[in-house]
């Protein structure tokens, strides 16, 4: 298993110094971040820096966040020690949240485009470079449709944009994962439902859904819109509805998600995305309670 790490580590790093000049195979990637057995590969959304406390409490991959660990915004050399960091880390950071910033508005009177497409492909190099397969696309204030702009011109206007990413994040085998948000964080695209026809309208194979399960019990979404769009989804964020809390904490219930997610035979991943309050003890209970649900 070692050998197989530093195998990957070395190629990734060789890609790096080559400038993405390789191409990373599908192949060294294999269960890494995709359900191989009967339970889905389980990670945590926090930093590298913890990737010792998520190891040890059981979880397989990081999910960090596009602006701080892939730095578009930054030129090479500020990114280059954060790869190196990432190269050395017993845990490989697989996804990345925290996509675009409030400022850069992909819908409303004047969508800024062009600058989203360039900021998101430096993202998805950099991400093909650090081994980052799912991005995901939540970003609400970016998204958030304007006051008394037209619903369906937005909506347009974000499926377009979706379009254009779709063929960048597809040079650098990389996946968006579209993230409905609850309506008290944005209000468009609230729902796994919502989420699944934008999808569907971009009709790329780079450009999937996510399903927040904290999302969705904010909006009383039940588990029947994972199976309606089960086809679609490629990754999953996992919190109690009670305080955005870890998994355990209250002892709220995630079977009938998981449920609908074993019956479309559901095979991306799971990130704890919440608010820790200790990490070093809710993470191992956390990785817990979702282990025992899903084997219920």
Known sequence: MNKMKTSRRDFIKTSALLGGGLAVSESVFAGVGGNTGPTPKIGICTGIDNCAVAQNAGYSFLEEGVRGFLVPAEPESVFSPILEKAMKSPLPVTACNSFLPGNMKSVGPNPANEEILSFAETAFKRAKLAGVKIIVFGSGGSRSIPEGFSKEE???????????????????????????????????????????????????????????????????????????????????????????????????????????????????????????????????????????????
């Open 154 to 296: 937005g909506t347009r206007q974000f499926v377009e944009l979706c379009k254009k990413m779709a063929l960048l994040a597809a040079k650098q085998e990389v996946v968006v994962v579209i993230e409905p948000l609850n309506t008290k964080e944005c209000n468009f695209i609230n729902s796994v439902a919502e989420g699944g026809e934008i999808v569907r309208a971009v009709n790329h194979r780079n450009i999937r859904l996510l399903a927040d399960l904290y999302h969705m019990k904010m909006e009383d979404e039940g588990p029947e819109n994972i199976i309606k769009y089960g086809n679609l989804l490629r990754h999953v964020h996992i919190a109690e509805k009670e305080g955005r809390s870890a998994p355990g904490t209250h002892g709220e219930d995630f079977t009938p998600y998981f449920d609908a997610l074993k019956k479309v035979g559901y095979k991306g991943s799971i990130s704890v995305e919440c608010k820790w309050q200790d990490l070093a003890t809710q993470a191992p209970a956390a990785f817990r309670a979702i282990t025992d649900q899903w084997t219920i």
